[in-house]
């Protein structure tokens, strides 16, 4: 059983187009996340939610809205792409409490061109 | 907010022979915890060993141990008897109390000569 999954795993697409990333987890984790990694390895948190509740919104353009129509689903949804938006998008869950792990999706490569 | 550095951006070890990742943080909470997570060439992303701020004690995983530094907020990894396997991108994570943000630093690659 995948505890995170996230589709999907390859997204070519080009300048200007609305695409969607999905994440579902089934560990019953309370928090999701979606982190973004550049082409130089650098993991940075975009957004945090806990029980479907915004906690952290990371100075992200508004161009990106997560969604997240229960605690085991965050979506992540890019409008008006960018060259610059290529990257590898990791989804990842917790139980938000102490020494809680995250837990990683496979990640999603998202090339723009 | 909190920062994570890992000074070393890439560092080699020969098999079998031991090799230590830096990483030092900088917080004013009292109450934190540390991860180390390795990122083979798969791109998954592994959760390596973790470790309590609270606890003095140096958390182990079999072959990985970690020396941390509360006061000089230093949190290094130990990769004893490194294998081909362990070839990878290592990175340091500070988790605050409520975990709900968790920072990592820009990543150790690691290499392991045979």
């Known amino acids: 059983d995948t505890a995170v999954s996230q589709t999907p795993k390859y997204l070519v697409t080009q300048m200007g187009n609305d695409k969607s990333i999905k994440c579902e987890q089934n560990?019953?984790?309370?928090?999701m996340y979606w982190y973004k990694q550049d082409s130089k390895k650098f993991l940075k948190i975009m957004f945090s939610?806990?029980?479907?509740?915004?906690?952290i919104n990371e100075t992200v353009p508004n161009r990106f809205s997560p969604k997240s129509p229960d605690k085991a689903h965050l979506n992540l949804h890019i409008n008006s792409l960018e060259l610059g938006d290529s990257a590898v998008y990791f989804c990842?869950?917790?139980?938000?409490?102490?020494?809680?792990?995250?837990?990683f999706g496979n990640g999603t490569r998202l090339t723009v061109t | 907010a909190q920062t994570v550095t890992q000074s070393q951006p890439e560092m080699s070890v020969q098999e079998a022979e031991t090799v230590t990742l830096s990483c030092t943080y900088d917080?004013?909470?009292?109450?934190?915890?540390l991860f180390w997570y390795k990122q083979p060439p798969s791109r998954q992303m592994i959760l390596v060993i973790r470790?309590?701020?609270?606890?003095?004690q140096n958390a182990t995983e079999n072959r990985f141990s970690v020396n941390f530094q509360k006061a000089a907020k230093s949190f290094s990894l130990k990769i004893s008897d490194s294998q081909l396997g362990d070839a990878a991108m290592y990175f340091c994570?500070?988790?605050?109390?409520?975990?709900?943000?968790?920072?990592f630093g820009a990543g150790t690659r690691l290499t392991v000569k045979p």
């Open positions: 560990l019953g984790h309370d928090t």
């Open positions: 994570a500070y988790g605050g109390y409520n975990n709900n943000d968790m920072r």
């Open positions: 939610y806990n029980n479907k509740e915004l906690i």
């Open positions: 917080t004013s909470e009292s109450d934190y915890y």
């Open positions: 990842a869950s917790s139980t938000g409490t102490d020494n809680s792990p995250l837990h």
């Open positions: 470790q309590e701020a609270y606890k003095q």
